[in-house]
């Protein structure tokens, strides 16, 4: 298993944030959406927010890649739909990349209470 945390903001509305929470809501999401992220190797999605910023945490198997990743989003319809509709709540963060939305998070502290 693999474990990544990527981020990324909302933009900064109320109402906009309520209606991306509720597209998130347990089966609100699409099916097509759901099976190409399994297709791509992911095997949990978490996404927390606080104010209008998300952290989202992926948990994949050992042959995840986000290239593997990016080629199944660009085929599949579905993906691109939801992306933009997505983006219409979305806001890059202020480092990120043109065109980037989620962004890899570095780890920087693990404890094992062992």
Not at 29 to 52: C, F, H, K, M, S
Not at 53 to 73: A, G, P, V, Y
Not at 97 to 111: A, N, R, T
Request: charged share 30%; proline share 4%.
């Amino acid at each position: 298993m693999q474990k990544f945390c990527l981020t990324l903001d909302l933009i900064d509305d109320p109402k906009s944030i309520e209606e991306y929470q509720n597209w998130h809501k347990p089966g609100v999401g699409w099916p097509g959406v759901r099976q190409n992220d399994l297709d791509a190797g992911i095997t949990n999605i978490e996404i927390y927010r606080t104010g209008n910023r998300m952290f989202m945490i992926l948990e994949t198997d050992d042959n995840f890649s986000f290239d593997k990743k990016k080629q199944l989003d660009a085929h599949c319809a579905k993906v691109q739909e939801w992306e933009a509709l997505m983006w219409k709540y979305q806001q890059a963060i202020p480092w990120a990349k043109p065109g980037e939305k989620w962004v890899l998070m570095e780890k920087i502290f693990q404890f094992e209470g062992k």
